[in-house]
């Protein structure tokens, strides 16, 4: 990692890729910005235990990915206490399933705000600051459902192929100013969004996936964390994590 990266900010951080991301920027010195949206005690508690393990600062702050004021009052408590962030991990993210059909237009729009606006929000606060010192990496992390699309994701797969759409986009706006802008496109990992599948489920699941398993989320921090290590010239890819799913 370049050392003169200090600060980086990961959203959905409380549980899951998000807390396994913090957890090894931590273990390389990288202090933290860490917000999530309802579950600020366990959130709290990463926070303390990194510090404690890692000798690193770590601001943890309960706010909305998918509202404005809410991401722009955590920036600000962010920018105040760090002075810069250096690196965004857009992690924050849910999913609903079910036929199209069945969904109504609220569930829609929280699943497009929460995945996919949250973005266009933290880089909107985020990369002005980046670009006056010509230095920031932003990782979005995104779904192979958004290469391909997912039969009873819908609003998912629409949003993860936004977030690629979007990545590739802000690469070729951001690169001129030394900030890389690129996405890790997940397949399925263990995280408590895949554990509403039964064991039958997901058996079936892994034997449609060359390497026989789900992913840890320690294996997609550790691949975001080498994403986000490479030097600037690797901008606007979407780089795909699946065992040979797709």
């Known amino acids: 990692m370049d050392n003169t990266f200090h600060t980086a900010f ?14 090894r920027l931590a273990s390389s010195g990288i202090n933290l910005f860490l917000t999530c949206h309802t579950k600020k005690e366990e959130l709290d508690e ?19 990915a998918s509202s404005y004021p809410a991401m722009e009052d955590a920036v600000k408590k962010a920018l105040d206490f760090f002075g810069s962030i250096d690196i965004a991990v857009n992690n924050a993210g849910i999913s609903k399933n079910g036929l199209l059909t069945d969904m109504n237009e609220s569930e829609w729009d929280q699943v497009i705000d929460t995945d996919l606006k949250s973005i266009y929000i933290t880089t909107r606060l985020l990369a002005p600051g ?61 995280t408590d969004m895949n554990r509403i ?41 979407v780089i795909r994590m699946d065992g040979g799913f797709i």
């Open 46 to 64: 990463l926070s303390d235990n990194l510090h404690g393990k890692f000798g690193i600062t770590a601001l943890s702050v309960s706010a909305d």
């Open 130 to 190: 980046m670009v006056r010192r010509r230095k920031g990496r932003i990782l979005n992390i995104s779904s192979m459902w958004g290469e391909v699309g997912s039969s009873c994701e819908a609003a998912y797969s629409a949003a993860k192929g936004g977030v690629n759409a979007l990545t590739r986009s802000l690469a070729k706006e951001l690169a001129p100013e030394n900030v890389a802008v690129n996405a890790l496109s997940c397949g399925v990992i263990d």
């Open 10 to 23: 990961v959203s959905g951080a409380s549980r899951g890729i998000g807390k396994a991301i913090a957890e």
């Open 197 to 237: 599948y039964s064991e039958e489920e997901r058996a079936a699941l892994c034997s449609d996936i060359p390497a026989g398993r789900f992913a840890g989320p320690e294996e997609v921090a550790e691949a975001a964390y080498h994403i986000i290590s490479m030097p600037s010239y690797l901008t606007g890819q």
